[in-house]
């Protein structure tokens, strides 16, 4: 199946994933927008078990790619019909998508579904966290409150993108909320009003003990369910705060204490992941009383240093900084840290909230496999917009039925007894052979390139361009199935025991 996910992602490199797509609009038939969004975000089960029987594009003249803004650079047709010939009839009839299965909790409080808008622009203002519980996110950590002014520089964000321009890693030299504490604690009231049963996680971040102990207060007075300590933000650094604090397992220990004595509601303390180890940091946060951990927050980082002026992105003025990097690209370094306090026995019945790089309900998924009870989203948010939750619900509930599980929560930690902190005691006696798939090759000769220049010398090509393995040289590193770009090589290979030297 990886292979056809594949497909279905590299066919849709020209698709812009549009507002109100226009192939929708041309289709009387069938939403071809809402189908490719589906089928971006890894959830082609659900777009095939809506589908009517047969193939309902067949004789269709395809006016989804005509009225294309890209006029027929994305086979929409081709799309939707391997959905309906190789998907759906595929698909487990038994086991349906059930949202149910995601109801859980925070720290003891209800949550509709573990997916949460994390502190940041999109959860900042009334309209915006209306609009996203409207489109069904559970909740939102509010971007984070303080006692002190904020102004923002501009630009203040910047990318490193794809192949088709999609962002894969995310900056951004943001600060904190720019409304004062009373227009915020508005909006938290409102909010509480109109959305009784969404959960409202208050991001805060004081100067010193009182300032902690009186912004959590007055968040949970103004109706918060839970507060969130920022000890992270890499952009608030001066003056000893955000990742300085988070850095200093002391601090965060007196100032998640001093926030405790404020509220009787949960906190979570959201640590910096710019440390080489984060659990002293979290073990501080327990003695000091945290109900739980969110992590990780952005990453320290520097990108896109243009060759002309040497100022590195944003530039502001013929200056930069360092700033917190997101996206994609940080979700490996996100989830080697869950993993880290979700092994911790300190950490034993304290909330994991997880964030990092995720898009999909699989990347969801991976989180809460390494012990994350709920899990944040910003930087898909911000690129693709709150309507991505559909996805995630639907293809997590799905995953959740077929494999019968009756709640998500027992699925949190399931990927936690295979981790090893060292690659020690991983076994070292088997060579595991790839395995070349002939009628998908195209015998571009990439895999001879990497495995000669890159690898052990084990791959040629014949005549006529076909990839012939060496046995003798091959050492099963696999570094030929990462760079098939037409995963035609696959793990799935036979073993062997390793010759004795």
């Known amino acids: 199946m990886l292979f056809e996910k594949i497909l279905f992602r590299s066919d849709m490199l020209r698709c812009l994933l549009c507002h109100d797509a226009p192939c929708s609009r041309a289709c009387t038939k069938l939403n071809p927008g809402e189908l490719l969004r589906s089928i971006w975000f890894d959830n082609e089960k659900n777009a095939a078990a809506g589908l009517p029987e047969g193939n309902i594009c067949l004789d269709c003249p395809a006016p989804c790619e005509e009225a294309c803004i890209r006029p027929h650079e994305v086979p929409v047709k081709k799309l939707i019909a391997r959905l309906a010939e190789e998907v759906k009839p595929e698909l487990d009839c038994s086991a349906e998508p059930d949202p149910k299965l995601l109801r859980t909790d925070l720290c003891g409080v209800p949550l509709e579904n573990p997916f949460l808008l994390s502190s940041s622009v999109v959860a900042s203002t009334y309209d915006m966290c209306a609009r996203a519980f409207e489109a069904g996110w559970a909740g939102a950590a509010f971007k984070t409150i303080c006692s002190f002014d904020i102004h923002e520089a501009s630009p203040r964000f910047s990318a490193v993108t794809g192949d088709n321009g999609s962002i894969i890693g995310f900056k951004n030299i943001e600060q904190l909320s720019d409304h004062s504490v009373k227009e915020n604690m508005e909006i938290f009231r409102r909010l509480k009003k109109e959305y009784p049963?969404?959960?409202?996680?208050?991001?805060?971040?004081?100067?010193?003990?009182?300032?902690?102990?009186?912004?959590?207060?007055?968040?949970?007075?103004?109706?918060?369910?839970?507060?969130?300590?920022?000890?992270?933000?890499?952009?608030?650094?001066?003056?000893?705060?955000?990742?300085?604090?988070?850095?200093?397992?002391?601090?965060?220990?007196?100032?998640?204490?001093?926030?405790?004595?404020?509220?009787?509601?949960?906190?979570?303390?959201?640590?910096?992941p710019n440390v080489a180890k984060m659990s002293p940091a979290a073990e501080a946060a327990v003695r000091g009383g945290a109900d739980g951990i969110a992590a990780i927050n952005?990453?320290?980082?520097?990108?896109?240093?243009?060759?002309?002026?040497?100022?590195?992105?944003?530039?502001?003025?013929?200056?930069?900084?360092?700033?917190?990097?997101?996206?994609?690209?940080?979700?490996?370094?996100?989830?080697?840290?869950?993993?880290?306090?979700?092994?911790?026995?300190?950490?034993?019945?304290?909330?994991?909230?997880?964030?990092?790089?995720?898009?999909?309900?699989?990347?969801?998924?991976?989180?809460?496999?390494?012990?994350?009870?709920?899990?944040?989203?910003?930087?898909?948010?911000?690129?693709?917009?709150?309507?991505?939750?559909?996805?995630?619900?639907?293809?997590?509930s799905l995953y959740l039925s077929e494999k019968g599980f009756r709640n998500v929560s027992e699925a949190v930690g399931l990927g936690l007894d295979a981790v090893s902190e060292t690659t020690d005691i991983l076994e070292r006696d088997t060579v595991v052979y790839p395995k070349f798939h002939r009628d998908r090759c195209v015998r571009c000769g990439r895999c001879m390139i990497s495995c000669a220049d890159g690898g052990h010398q084990a791959i040629r090509l014949t005549e006529d361009r076909r990839p012939v393995l060496d046995g003798k040289k091959c050492v099963g590193c696999h570094l030929c199935v990462l760079v098939c770009p037409q995963k035609a090589i696959s793990g799935g290979g036979h073993r062997i025991k390793k010759r004795q030297t």
């Open 197 to 272: 049963t969404k959960f409202i996680l208050a991001s805060i971040m004081g100067r010193d003990e009182k300032e902690w102990e009186e912004l959590a207060r007055l968040c949970e007075e103004n109706g918060a369910d839970a507060i969130e300590l920022n000890f992270s933000c890499p952009n608030m650094a001066d003056g000893g705060l955000g990742s300085d604090i988070g850095q200093v397992p002391e601090l965060v220990e007196r100032f998640t204490a001093a926030a405790k004595r404020g509220v009787r509601i949960p906190v979570l303390s959201k640590l910096t």
């Open 298 to 396: 952005t990453i320290k980082s520097i990108t896109g240093v243009n060759v002309h002026t040497y100022v590195s992105a944003p530039a502001v003025h013929g200056m930069s900084a360092v700033g917190g990097y997101s996206g994609s690209a940080v979700r490996p370094i996100a989830l080697r840290f869950i993993a880290e306090l979700g092994q911790n026995a300190a950490m034993k019945g304290k909330h994991i909230s997880g964030m990092g790089g995720i898009e999909n309900w699989t990347d969801a998924l991976e989180f809460i496999l390494l012990g994350a009870g709920s899990v944040q989203v910003t930087t898909a948010v911000m690129q693709y917009g709150y309507r991505i939750i559909d996805d995630l619900i639907s293809g997590l």
